[in-house]
């Protein structure tokens, strides 16, 4: 019983993959400020010990690890406004929301 609590899966809740030694999230894109921008993976040796993110594969979000491509601080630490972090497939439809955003914006201005 104990074996089976201790192998219990830690999983992300955004690609709602597990943390498995052998991939990263399928989140490739993060939303900063006003750009959308493609995430730093990691590039340490083996896996990043914080979210067990392989070589060459885009952390976990919320991984303390993670450095922004935004201002290149980590992005723990960075002052920049993080909105989000979305898959590949999902950048036209962030863009639309950001345009439409922006020109709900000027309209009041
Ligand atoms: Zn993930
Ligand atoms: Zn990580
Ligand atoms: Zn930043």
Do not use: S
Not at 20 to 46: A, M, P, Q, S
């Amino acid at each position: 019983m104990m074996k089976m609590m201790m192998m219990k899966k830690i999983t992300c809740p955004d690609c709602t993959k597990q943390l498995d030694l052998v991939t990263g999230c399928d989140h490739d894109y993060i939303i900063v400020n006003e750009g959308i921008y493609r995430r730093i993976k990691h590039e340490g040796r083996g896996w990043c010990p914080t979210c067990l993110a392989c070589l060459d594969h885009t952390h976990h979000f919320g991984c303390e690890t993670e450095v922004c491509p935004r201002c290149t601080q980590l992005v723990m630490d960075c002052a920049c406004e993080v909105r989000g972090i979305i898959k590949a497939g999902n950048i036209q439809e962030a863009e639309d929301a950001f345009i439409n955003q922006a020109a709900a914006v000027t309209k009041t201005l």
